[in-house]
């Protein structure tokens, strides 16, 4: 399954404001770290990568778990295993 960048980021935005709905994506930053801009706790971040994957099927191995900072670095491990 293929998916362009702008749809997987509209879904990945959609799993993080399930898990954090004061969200407001405009402004978040796609270099930053996400949890800082986001304040998740390490339970929401794990429920974020949970949702991830039961909205893709992409399995997030928990070794990958600390390459996963910005969102452009989850928009980049998603689309590599979509690929």
Not at 18 to 38: D, G, K, M, W, Y
Request: proline letters at 4%; hydrophobic letters at 45%.
């Amino acid at each position: 399954m293929t998916t362009d960048r702008q749809t997987l980021l509209n879904t990945v935005l959609t799993a993080l404001h399930s898990i954090a709905p004061e969200l407001e994506p405009e402004t978040l930053e796609l270099t930053r770290p996400l949890r800082q801009q986001v304040d998740l706790d390490s339970m929401d971040w794990l429920n974020f990568l949970v949702s991830l994957h039961e909205r893709l099927g992409v399995e997030i191995a928990e070794a990958d778990y600390a390459r996963l900072i910005s969102l452009n670095d989850v928009l980049d491990y998603l689309q590599t295993r979509l690929a």
